[in-house]
DNA sequence: GTAGATGCAAATTGTTTGCAAGAGA
DNA sequence: TCTCTTGCAAACAATTTGCATCTAC
């Protein structure tokens, strides 16, 4: 995405365009391993070494507020967030925390039994799997005493 | 559950019976609404009034690290945990913050796709529905001026 | 010019840990 | 008895908030 069609974009949701809200925007498009909110600042930093760890915080709750990026459901640790628009599910690693996308037909939102429409407005559905990530097999393997 | 085989259960998972246990146990498996570790700690007082919250924190994670009890993926709020030991998914209210079950065919583990498998280990999987309950678009429609 | 955004520091919240005392097997 | 468990208090980590300054519009 240009610059023009992201100041459009913000505008939209009401959003001014400021440095910092472009560099979370550009690193959460092109991030894709979920990150934290702390990795963002991190990769950010990169480019504005100012710049402040409230401010992504602050800025990643307005985008997900407006759509711009979705919390990534994890285990109780600290937040991930996913900026990829496309619907999608998610494999979460216990060991290692690693977060992965799979994609399953059958599981979108129209699927979903009539039971649910009757419970109230729905926003977004997604599989969440849980479990140990083969590198993290792996590693334990190697692990065992031989 | 009887308190014989409830014994039995604690035996065979490496831990011993205490009352704190048992208390913490009960109060999951009745609770359908998925409490977090502080209402535990509130129901569990109405029994034992010097049961402590970290014990209470302890307890679930090791319940948890069995298979006694799981943890929802919530929102990133606090962790909020469930007795239910039958496989089902999950609707989460963003606004209360409220969490109900629900069941849906074709989205079980032997549904997942192929990829699930050579990703690694799958310890659980299930829907995950986030939304606004009835209750709580009532409510804002109630609030909206006449 | 004005409302909204940022940086800094402090506060808050949820959760974990060290340690000494207590209780189950 | 001997190890595991508990309670207490302190430590910790992730996130939020108040406020003065700054900036996009």
């Known amino acids: 995405m240009n610059i023009e069609n992201l100041k459009t ?28 909110a702390e990795t963002v600042w991190r990769r950010v930093r990169g480019e504005a070494p100012a710049i402040s760890l409230d401010t992504v915080y602050r800025t990643l709750a307005s985008f997900e507020a407006r759509g711009l990026v ?3 459901p994890g285990n109780g640790e600290e937040g991930r967030f996913d900026g990829n628009p496309m619907p999608h599910h ?9 977060i992965d996308d799979f994609t399953m037909p059958g599981a979108g939102l129209s699927d979903l039994p009539p039971a649910v429409a009757s419970w ?20 334990s393997e190697n692990n065992q005493p031989a």
């Open 9 to 36: 974009l913000f505008a939209q949701s009401g959003l001014k365009f400021t440095n910092q809200r472009y560099l979370v925007y550009r690193v959460m498009v092109e991030a894709r391993d979920h990150p934290s």
């Open 70 to 72: 979705i919390r990534v």
């Open 120 to 139: 109230g407005r729905v926003r977004d559905a997604q599989v969440l799997v849980r479990g140990v990530c083969g590198k993290c097999l792996g590693l």
């Open 90 to 98: 998610h494999l979460v690693c216990l060991s290692c925390g690693s």
